[in-house]
């Protein structure tokens, strides 16, 4: 692995404690010409409710599709953690995982998943995904949007 531009590997962990979308490092793939998959399970993502300030628990799943970037995982944990102290709803953590990390690699395809622990009663789920436009991976996309369901 090319280690060059990644800044955090091998260093002492600074957990930031806002959310920190600049901590993201990015190396090159080398498997450019193969489609597979990496999948990323953080059983411990926390961030804080917008009206009530309380915190709330979920497992974040990503799975992409690499192209020519690929995300370093200790600067994917570190930007998880960052938001622990961030107001947002649920639904706003799964879209803005996806961004940034779309923003960061511009992979071919991409899903994040939150499973979220129960607060009142109810547990949330949201998913989201993307597919390159103009490409099958924009067509697998739509697919698994419209036949989603989720099962533990």
């Known amino acids: 692995m090319q280690t060059e531009n990644l800044s955090l590997l091998g260093?002492?962990?600074?957990?930031?404690?806002?959310?920190?979308?600049?901590?993201l490092e990015a190396f090159e793939n080398k498997h450019q010409g193969n489609d597979y998959r990496v999948t990323f399970n953080c059983p411990?993502?926390?961030?804080?409710?917008?009206i009530t300030n309380q915190?709330?628990?979920?497992?974040?799943?990503?799975?992409?599709?690499?192209?020519?970037?690929?995300?370093?995982?200790?600067?994917l944990k570190l930007y998880l953690f960052s938001f622990r102290n961030h107001g947002a709803?649920?639904?706003?953590?799964?879209n803005i995982i996806m961004?940034?990390?779309?923003?960061?690699?511009?992979?071919?395809?991409?899903?994040?998943?939150?499973?979220?622990?129960?607060?009142?009663?109810?547990?949330?789920?949201?998913?989201a995904n993307y597919g390159r436009p103009g490409t099958k991976y924009a067509q697998l996309a739509e697919e698994k949007l419209f036949n989603h369901s989720f099962s533990l």
Not at 44 to 50: A, I, M, Q
């Open 89 to 94: 709803f649920h639904e706003d953590c799964v």
């Open 55 to 75: 915190p709330d628990f979920a497992t974040i799943r990503i799975d992409y599709i690499p192209d020519v970037k690929m995300v370093e995982s200790k600067s």
């Open 44 to 50: 411990e993502f926390t961030s804080l409710c917008p």
């Open 11 to 23: 260093k002492k962990t600074e957990y930031k404690q806002e959310y920190a979308p600049d901590v």
């Open 99 to 127: 961004k940034d990390l779309i923003q960061l690699m511009n992979p071919k395809y991409i899903e994040v998943t939150g499973i979220f622990t129960p607060r009142g009663g109810i547990s949330i789920y949201p998913y």
